[in-house]
């Protein structure tokens, strides 16, 4: 059964930093982030090949930076200077090689002072 378990949402001020972790259960071609506010449609955050080609939001770009442990079959989400318009559900992504998709459980990540 494709399991991916995410960690690492809360609540943070503004300015600060969150690392988002999703642990698959099985290696998948592509990994990533997308996220949701209510009233929208899920937006991509970051995603990164199994071979390291990444892909950022222009919303992400320079304030995210996305990475894999492949033998942990585990991506990561770091985010600094987190700013309030960031605060959304944060969904973890993976695609196997012959193109299913699967999402994870999402995570609420608020940023408030």
């Known amino acids: 059964q ?8 809360g609540l943070v001020q503004p ?6 972790s999703c642990e698959a259960s099985v290696t998948f071609a592509n990994m ?9 449609q899920r937006a991509l955050v970051a995603t990164l090949t199994n071979s390291g080609r990444t892909n950022y ?11 894999r ?7 990561y ?7 309030p318009e960031d605060t959304a559900v ?11 998709t699967y999402w994870g459980q999402g995570t609420q990540v608020t940023v408030s002072s």
């Open 57 to 67: 939001a222009d919303s992400a770009k320079g304030r995210f930076t996305i990475s």
């Open 90 to 100: 944060y969904y973890c992504y993976a695609r196997t090689f012959s193109g299913t």
């Open 77 to 83: 989400l770091q985010m600094n200077s987190l700013k």
């Open 15 to 20: 300015g600060g930093s969150l690392r988002l």
């Open 32 to 40: 990533g982030w997308y996220r949701q506010t209510p009233g929208t």
């Open 2 to 9: 494709v399991q991916l378990v995410e960690s690492g949402g």
């Open 69 to 75: 442990d492949n033998a942990k079959k585990t991506v």
